[in-house]
Nanobody, 126 residues
């Protein structure tokens, strides 16, 4: 089993920045990926970003490209989401996810991920 714990959420004014962290513990893995998803009230969960653990390839949804950056610290078994120029429409609960096997074709698909964190609230106010 893998446990994921997110941190770093909060309330920020539109245009501000936040950095989310996700620490993985339990079963270690050397060839996998981690991702970020979000769910706003009344909306379906959507993909935000992902990173291939071994190669470092990154994937983003169009609405966050140029504003968000996903990264990982292999030694700490952690991933991060740096969010700049936040907009009110970025407000959501953000979830960290991890998968044991990676395929670029399914990098954006929630069901392809094996483990999920509990979520952290991000609110960007006008």
């Amino acid at each position: 089993q893998v446990q994921l714990v997110e941190s770093g959420g909060g309330l920020v004014q539109a245009g501000g920045s936040l950095r989310l962290s996700c620490a993985a513990s339990g079963r270690t893995f050397s060839s996998a990926a981690m991702g970020w998803f979000r769910q706003a009230p009344g909306k379906e969960r959507e993909f935000v970003a992902a990173i291939n653990w071994a190669g470092g390839d990154t994937y983003y949804t169009d609405s966050v490209k140029g504003r968000f950056t996903v990264s990982r610290d292999y030694a700490k078994n952690s991933e991060y989401l740096q969010m700049n120029s936040l907009k009110p429409e970025d407000t959501a609960v953000y979830y960290c996810a991890a998968r044991l096997r990676f395929s670029a074709a399914t990098a954006r698909l929630g069901p392809a991920y094996d483990y999920w964190g509990q979520g952290t609230q991000v609110t960007a106010s006008i």
